[in-house]
């Protein structure tokens, strides 16, 4: 047994964080709502815990089930510490993307493997206020776990529609949409979608020692393509509808993988050598924060 796998609970959660136009995932069964409270404050909503293929799931709307939150405003560390404290250690993470590229059609989907962060207003660590970790960022998206989501996701696509396995995820800070000149320097780069959101989650959800992994729904071609309007909400809404059953489908067939593979990941031991700071020297209001997380290498924290 691999120390990933060793660090695993027998009741280990898959967390299902659902953006725009996802607010809500049909078939959780048994549902019950938990209200969290969060050294980082509120999380987005109620985390609705519930059971989906035969594994609990913790289903959380990243923007609020109304759509309140910016993508700038969403309490991100808030939402992933409130998934830890529930027990998740997968997060699937379906939302709303542009194509950067041609062959990446609107109605595709894309299983992302890396990101370009062009974000500047948030909050990236859970780590400060005298605690330092330099976690690996090198496969952002958990390989193991998008493997997974991308085969089962194959398996479900129909009428010419495509799932891409791999590619670069740009993350701009938002609301609006792109420049042209934006969206054609994104594609010189070799980004194949552009978002506002997961790479966000992607980086604290490896500080929390969970593995995360994006189900990217293609619903326009931002505004770089000659031959397609420029993207607008009535647009992104549309596509966001025709593709939510299949999102759906194939979370559910991923979270029944997942309850039987239950798959092992190096993000599940991302702390281990990512520690600087000396517990010791960390004040104790830091220490009860990081508690949740740091637990298995600094011990349970009591506070005096």
């Not at 959380?60 to 089930?65: I, N, V």
């Not at 409130?82 to 699937?92: E, Q």
Request: proline share 5%; with cysteine; hydrophobic share 40%.
């Amino acid at each position: 047994m691999n120390l990933a796998t060793s660090s695993l609970t027998k009741d280990a959660r898959l967390g299902v964080i659902g953006g725009s136009g996802l607010y809500a995932i049909k078939g959780l069964e048994n549902v019950k709502e938990i209200e969290i409270k969060t050294p980082y404050g509120d999380p987005s909503d109620v985390l609705r815990l519930g059971t989906l293929g035969g594994m609990e799931v913790i289903f959380l709307a990243r923007h609020g089930r109304h759509h309140t939150f910016t993508p700038t405003e969403v309490p991100y560390r808030a939402n992933i510490w409130a998934m830890r404290s529930l027990g998740v250690r997968w997060i699937l993470s379906p939302s709303a993307v542009g194509s950067l590229q041609e062959e990446v059609r609107p109605l595709d989907m894309v299983v992302p493997d890396q990101f370009i962060d062009r974000t500047h207003q948030r909050p990236l660590s859970f780590f400060s206020d005298g605690a330092v970790a330099h976690v690996t960022m090198a496969d952002p998206f958990c390989p193991s776990l998008s493997k997974l989501l991308a085969e089962e996701g194959e398996q479900l696509m129909s009428d010419g529609r495509q799932l891409h396995h791999g590619g670069i995820y740009l993350a701009m800070e938002g609301p609006a949409f792109s420049t042209r000149a934006e969206s054609n320097l994104y594609r010189s780069w070799g980004c194949k979608i552009i978002g506002m959101t997961n790479h966000t989650e992607a980086r604290l959800a490896r500080e929390a020692e969970i593995a995360y992994a994006s189900l990217s729904m293609v619903t326009d071609y931002d505004c770089w393509h000659e031959n397609h309007q420029n993207v607008t909400v009535e647009m992104v809404i549309e596509n966001l509808q025709a593709n939510a059953k299949l999102a759906n489908k194939i979370i559910e067939t991923a979270a029944i993988k997942i309850a039987s593979t239950r798959p092992s990941s190096s993000s599940h031991i991302a702390l281990k050598d990512g520690l600087m700071t000396s517990k010791d020297r960390v004040p104790a209001a830091t220490r009860g924060k990081l508690d949740i997380f740091t637990s298995p290498y600094w011990g349970k924290f009591k506070e005096k």
